[in-house]
C-alpha cells in the first residue's frame, strides 16, 4: 500500500483515541476545562452510563461569542501559548485536544456566555463538522452536551461496557475530582437520579463525607502540610481501624492536579506497612504540592499521569507526613460487642461496615494517665521464664529506653502510647488478659511479641548491630532457582540481619550463621529448612524495594511465641511491659491488632450497673 496523507476526518477519529476513550474520559475533559474556566458549580448529567448522554454545566468565565467555533479546531487553546514553559502549566487542559476529540465522535451542543456578554452562543457540532450556530439565552458558564458517543465509529462502541459499569467509572472518576478540589460543588445526575453532590464549601472533611459518607469521614486522620517547604504533603489519611480491599479509595494530587501514578500510591501503602493487614489498603486523599518545574505534566494525551524530577524526595515526602500521622493518632481497637436484637432492631452478622472499618463504639482517641500504676499480682510460685520472651535484651526501636542501653547508647524520652496495664492472666494459652485505666485489654500474645521482636531486630540492623549465631557446621542448602536469585541478590540484606551465606555450586548455599534470635535448641538441624521457608514466605509477600523489609517481618514472625504456647504470670508481665516500649504498639508487622479494648461502661452496660 502507498503512503499518503490522511484524510482530515480519520486522523481526527484516530487522535481522538488518545484521549477520548469511553464517557469517563468525556466527563474528565469536560469537568477540568470547566475548572480551568473558574467553576465553582459543576453539574454532570449522564443517561445509559454515558453511551446515549453527556452534559456537563458549569457556572465558568464562559468562551467568547468569537472563539466558539474555534475552541473545536485541534490544537486550539486558550491557556499555553509560544512563550510558554511546558514544565511549568498549571492549568488542567493545555493541549487543545479534548473539545475536538470529542466533537469528531458524537454530536455535540456547546452553549456558552462569557462573563460580560449580554447573550449566550449556541454551537452544534456532527462528528466534527459545525452544523448550526445561533444565539441563545443562558447564565454565565458553559454547557456541553454530548450525543451518540462512538456512533462513526463502531469498533470502539464495542468495546464499552454496561451502562452500569460505565456509570461506576464516571462516578469514581467525580468522586477523585470533588475530593480534590473541596472549593467546587459537584453533582453527578444519572437518569434523573442524584448520585453525588459535594457540598463545594472549601472542607476537604465535608466532600469526603459527600463522597464516602460520615462514618469514614469520622475515621479520617488530618495531615498538615508544611508551607515553608518546597515539598509538602497535605490532606487525609485513614486510621488503623478503617481499610480497604481495593485502591480504589486513594485519591492523590500534584499541584491541585488528580493523577494517577503509581509510585505515589505505593509510597502511600508502603507507610502502612505494619499498620494495615497484607492485602488492605487505605482510604486517603493526599494533595502533593511540588515546584511547578519540579513536575512534567506533558506525558500522557490525557494529562493523567505526571512525572517528577525529583521522584525520591516526593516519595520520602510522602511516607514521612503520612507515617507521622499514623504513629501520633494510633489507638487501640475497641472490642465490637453483638447488640442484643429488638423488635426495631433484628440480630445481624458482621460489623455492617461496607468500608471494612472495625465497629468503633467509644471515643475516636483515648487519653490514658501517663505515670499510672497497678498493684503487682504475686508471681506464680516456681514459675521458670522461657527464652523465647526473656532471652532479647532489647526492645523496640534504637531511641526506646531499653533498646538503647542493649546498643550502648544513652536514652532518650519515650512517648507513652499504651496505658500502663495489670496482667491478670492467660486464656486458651494464645491470649494475655490485662487490667487498665479504663477497661479490659485482650493480647494476641504472638501479635503482641512479633511486634516486639521486629522493633528489636530493625532498629540492631540500622545500627550494624544485629547478631549472628555461628553453626558448629555449616550446612548445605539446596535451593530452587528463584531462592537462589534472592540469596543473590538480596546477600547485603540478609548479611545485615545476621546470616552468613556462602555459594557451593550453581543452586546450593553453605549457611555458616543465622541471626541469634532464630538460634534456639528447638531447631538445631533444621536452620537450613528455615532459611528455605524464610526466602519463599519473602518472596511471597514482598513488594518491590521492600525485601528487606519483608525479611525482618518473616523472621519477627518465626521467632515470635505461637498460638497455644503456655506462659508464666512473669512471662506474661515481661511481654507486656516490653509492649508498652514499643514504638508502634498497635499492630504486629503484617497489620494485624495486638490487642483489643473492652472499656468499662461496657462490661457496666452488661450487667446491667449502667
Not at 26 to 33: D, G, T
Not at 411 to 423: F, G, H, N, T
Request: proline content about 6%; overall charge neutral; glycine content about 8%.
Amino acid at each position: 500500500m502507498p503512503i499518503r496523507v490522511l484524510s482530515e476526518g480519520l486522523a481526527s477519529r484516530i487522535a481522538a483515541g488518545e484521549v477520548i476513550e469511553r464517557p469517563a474520559s468525556v466527563v474528565k475533559e469536560l469537568v477540568e476545562n470547566s475548572l480551568d474556566a473558574g467553576a465553582t458549580r459543576v453539574e454532570v448529567r449522564v443517561r445509559d452510563g454515558g453511551a446515549k448522554e453527556v452534559t456537563v454545566s458549569d457556572n465558568g468565565c464562559g468562551i467568547a461569542p468569537g472563539e466558539i467555533e474555534l475552541a473545536f479546531e485541534r490544537f486550539a487553546t486558550s491557556k499555553i501559548d509560544e512563550s510558554s514553559d511546558l514544565t511549568g502549566i498549571r492549568t488542567l487542559g493545555f493541549r487543545g485536544e479534548a473539545l475536538p476529540s470529542i466533537a469528531s465522535v458524537a454530536h455535540v451542543e456547546a452553549v456558552s456566555r462569557a462573563a460580560g456578554s449580554d447573550e449566550a452562543v449556541r454551537l452544534e457540532l456532527d462528528y466534527g463538522r459545525v452544523k448550526r450556530r445561533v444565539a441563545a439565552g443562558a447564565p454565565q458558564g458553559t454547557t456541553v452536551r454530548v450525543e451518540g458517543l462512538f456512533k462513526n465509529v463502531p469498533a470502539r462502541l464495542k468495546f464499552m461496557g454496561s451502562p452500569g459499569a460505565e456509570l461506576g467509572r464516571v462516578h469514581q472518576l467525580l468522586n477523585h475530582l470533588a475530593l480534590v478540589n473541596p472549593g467546587v460543588a459537584f453533582k453527578l445526575i444519572s437518569d434523573d437520579e442524584v448520585r453525588l453532590a459535594s457540598p463545594g464549601n472549601g472542607d476537604r472533611l465535608a466532600a469526603l463525607a459527600a463522597v464516602y459518607g460520615g462514618k469514614v469521614a469520622a475515621a479520617m486522620l488530618t495531615i498538615e502540610g508544611d508551607n515553608a517547604s518546597a515539598f509538602s504533603v497535605s490532606g487525609l489519611v485513614s486510621g488503623l481501624d478503617l481499610s480497604r480491599g481495593n485502591r480504589s479509595y486513594i485519591t492523590v494530587a500534584v499541584n491541585g492536579r488528580w493523577v494517577q501514578n503509581r509510585r505515589l500510591s505505593f509510597a502511600l501503602e508502603q507507610a502502612y506497612t505494619g499498620f494495615l493487614p497484607e492485602r488492605r489498603f487505605p482510604v486517603a486523599v493526599l494533595d502533593i504540592r511540588a515546584p511547578t518545574d519540579d513536575v512534567d505534566v506533558n506525558v500522557h494525551p490525557a494529562k493523567s499521569e505526571v512525572r517528577f524530577l525529583r521522584e525520591d524526595l516526593v516519595y520520602s515526602t510522602i511516607q514521612r507526613a503520612v507515617r507521622g500521622a499514623l504513629t501520633e493518632t494510633g489507638t487501640v481497637r475497641a472490642m465490637q460487642l453483638p447488640r442484643q436484637p429488638t423488635a426495631s432492631t433484628p440480630a445481624r452478622s458482621g460489623n455492617g461496615d461496607s468500608f471494612g472499618a472495625a465497629a468503633y463504639t467509644g471515643p475516636a482517641q483515648r487519653s490514658f494517665a501517663v505515670g499510672a500504676t497497678w498493684p503487682s499480682l504475686p508471681a506464680q510460685p516456681g514459675a521458670t521464664p522461657q527464652p523465647d520472651i526473656k532471652q532479647e535484651a532489647s526492645k523496640g526501636p534504637e531511641h526506646s529506653p531499653v533498646a538503647a542501653a542493649a546498643l550502648g547508647k544513652p536514652a532518650s524520652p519515650q512517648k507513652q502510647v499504651l496505658p500502663v496495664l495489670r496482667v491478670i492472666g492467660q486464656a486458651h494459652a494464645t491470649y494475655i488478659f490485662a487490667e487498665g485505666p479504663d477497661g479490659v485489654y485482650m493480647i494476641d500474645q504472638h501479635a503482641a511479641h512479633e511486634r516486639v521482636i521486629y522493633e528489636e531486630i530493625k532498629a540492631k540492623v540500622a545500627a550494624h548491630a544485629a547478631e549472628s549465631q555461628p553453626l558448629m557446621e555449616p550446612e548445605a542448602v539446596e535451593l530452587a532457582p528463584a531462592q537462589a536469585r534472592a540469596v543473590e541478590e538480596q546477600g547485603a540484606a540478609l548479611s545485615a540481619a545476621g546470616f552468613l551465606v556462602e555459594p557451593f555450586g550453581p543452586r546450593t548455599v553453605l549457611l555458616r550463621a543465622v541471626p541469634r534470635l532464630l538460634a534456639s535448641p528447638g531447631r538445631d538441624g533444621r536452620l537450613g529448612e528455615w532459611l528455605v521457608k524464610l526466602l519463599d514466605e519473602t518472596s511471597e509477600r514482598a513488594h518491590a524495594g521492600a525485601w528487606q523489609e519483608s525479611l525482618l517481618n518473616t523472621m519477627a514472625c518465626h521467632a515470635a511465641v505461637r498460638a497455644g504456647q503456655k506462659l508464666s504470670i512473669e512471662e506474661c508481665r515481661e511481654l507486656i511491659a516490653r509492649l508498652e516500649m514499643a514504638e508502634q504498639p498497635h499492630t504486629c508487622p503484617h497489620g494485624r491488632p495486638t490487642l483489643m479494648h473492652l472499656p468499662s461502661g461496657h462490661l457496666d452496660r452488661q450487667f446491667g450497673r449502667r
